[in-house]
T-cell receptor
């Protein structure tokens, strides 16, 4: 079974631009989460989607947004890019049963998208 | 609020020696604990998790972790380290409620010397 895939793997943008990152979860997985990884802040939770609904959101400004499609694929968007948005953006998926309850599920991570803002 | 702490930024060990990477946690309710490993320019790879049951959890690549409720610890161990184990290791705890959100420690860099 293929793992979590993320596109693109690398991205260079300039301040003020916007960017869209894509994530395809493992087949059959219904929950998708996004994390930002930086040397200074470590791994921080961005948001989580299940059944096309945002279930949880981290402490990030409104410039960060996301969505999930009916096939569970997810995108995140960052508008008006700032230098501090340079980071590795990781997507993770988990099974989440028919009820959507997760608690014990394992999250499997993709390779990430390395975003550099100049 | 849920949290985990990894008190060591770096752990150095000689190849063939046992290794331990430390993690302590603070939770409300049942702790659901995870270990992940990250190699350079890669995402996180799942190693193992503790949900309930045996305090000794076995995972991938010969790693295991010991859950200790009284000490609120979940240390990662391996009996014999390999140079290829050199990587960044993260301990994480599942947040409260019906969510996938993981709260990560700051990470520990493991360096195995030949």
């Amino acid at each position: 079974k293929a793992g979590v895939t993320q596109t693109p793997r690398y991205l260079i943008k300039t301040r003020g631009q916007q960017v869209t990152l894509s994530c395809s979860p493992i087949s059959g997985h219904r929950s998708v989460s996004w994390y930002q990884q930086t040397p200074g802040q470590g791994l921080q939770f961005l948001f989580e989607y299940f059944s096309e609904t945002q279930r949880n959101k981290g402490n990030f400004p409104g410039r960060f947004s996301g969505r999930q499609f009916s096939n569970s694929r997810s995108e995140m968007n960052v508008s008006t890019l700032e230098l501090g948005d340079s980071a590795l953006y990781l997507c993770a998926s988990s099974l989440a049963g028919t009820s959507g309850r997760t608690s014990t599920d394992t999250q499997y991570f993709g390779p990430g998208t390395r975003l550099t803002v100049l | 609020a849920q949290s985990v702490a990894q008190p060591e930024d770096q752990v150095n060990v000689a190849e063939g020696n046992p290794l331990t990477v430390k993690c302590t946690y603070s939770v409300s309710g049942n702790p659901y604990l995870f270990w992940y490993v990250q190699y350079p320019n890669r995402g996180l790879q799942f190693l193992l998790k503790y949900i309930t049951g045996d305090n000794l959890v076995k995972g991938s690549y010969g790693f295991e972790a010991e859950f200790n409720k009284s000490q609120t610890s979940f240390h990662l161990k391996k009996p014999s380290a390999l140079v290829s184990d050199s990587a960044l290791y993260f301990c994480a705890v599942r947040d409260q409620g019906n969510t996938d959100k993981l709260i990560f420690g700051t990470g520990t860099r493991l360096q195995v010397f030949p």
